[in-house]
């Protein structure tokens, strides 16, 4: 179906929004400083932008690359032009623009040019620094390969600065570069977690368990009173709660009664019981061990590091 702007494919308006990057971002590729197989030995990056047009050659089977599972890799592709498949524990999905997909090496997933397909164009990552793939790894656990990935949104833009600055060598030293990798990975999960869990309905909920909780600080009450607000079952309510937030409403009420008990030791030497009735918590001891949990240090050492600030 034609558009003003662009070609409806599978949903994703195909734009030159995309395909506009390919010149430059191919010109980059081409200032590459690594060796012959696109590698960066600090960094452990691994980096291109091509254009595929033959069906028959380009098909990445993700058990056949001999990636070795005792160290493995991420592979981070976005599309520019055109489209792709990738597959993987038996579903199917359509790479277009304004798509990327991620995935673990080795592990089983294909993707390929299809043959209804007359080209796919892209612009690639692969990391083997291995804090950063145990982080990666992580998400590959939590979101679905393929995503979202609009032209102007934040994390494209940090795709886009990272590509360009690893193929023109734009760092001062090792440092730098590794301060940009895990910039990089920052804003990847970031993105992950904001199309899993919408802002404007992750705020809102949170917002209103943080007023419900600081008007009723001192008091201890369910999970149900806050769902009762809603019109919801504490069941319901817990799921969607978690749903857009990512976090359990429990835990999250847990949190702001714990971040007010650590304002107040910050700004007064009031006794610990008495911060502790303050926050809802039954007593000091209970107080002591949640504070331990979250922030692994006592409150009284944690008072006391304060004061010699």
């Not at 934040?154 to 600065?161: E, I, Q, S």
């Amino acid at each position: 179906m034609l558009q003003l702007y662009g070609i409806s494919v599978y949903g994703i308006f195909v734009t030159d929004e995309f395909s506009s990057l390919l010149p430059s971002l191919k010109r980059s590729s081409m200032s590459w400083k690594g060796d012959s197989g696109s590698y960066r030995p600090f960094g452990r990056v691994f980096l291109g932008c091509e254009t595929q047009t033959d069906p028959s050659t380009y098909r990445w089977d993700g058990m056949r690359r001999g990636a070795d599972p005792t160290h493995p890799t991420i592979v981070f592709q976005a599309t520019l032009k055109g489209w792709g498949v990738f597959e993987q524990e038996g579903r199917r999905w359509t790479i277009a623009p304004g798509q990327a997909f991620f995935c673990v090496l080795p592990s089983e997933h294909v993707y390929y040019l299809p043959a209804d397909c007359a080209d796919w164009s892209f612009f690639w990552l692969t990391f083997a620094h291995g804090y950063v793939v145990e982080r990666l790894r992580e998400l590959t656990l939590k979101h679905p390969p393929v995503f979202s990935l609009p032209r102007h949104s934040a994390f494209m833009t940090k795709c886009l600065d990272f590509f360009e600055r690893s193929c023109h060598g734009r760092f001062e030293d090792h440092m730098e570069e590794e301060a940009a990798l895990f910039d990089w990975m920052i804003a990847m999960e970031r993105h992950m977690h904001d199309l899993a869990h919408p802002r404007g309905l992750r705020e809102s909920m949170m917002n209103q368990a943080r007023s419900f909780t600081m008007e009723n600080l001192s008091r201890s009450f369910s999970v149900d009173e806050l769902a009762a607000l809603n019109g919801l079952s504490r069941s319901h309510y817990s799921h969607r709660f978690s749903r857009a937030t990512g976090i359990s409403p429990a835990a999250f009420i847990a949190g702001v009664r714990l971040d007010e008990a650590r304002r107040l030791l910050m700004q007064c030497n009031r006794p610990l019981k008495d911060i502790a009735e303050e926050t809802g918590f039954s007593d000091a001891n209970h107080l002591c061990k949640a504070f331990r949990r979250s922030f692994h240090i006592s409150p009284g050492i944690y008072r006391r590091q304060l004061g010699s600030l």
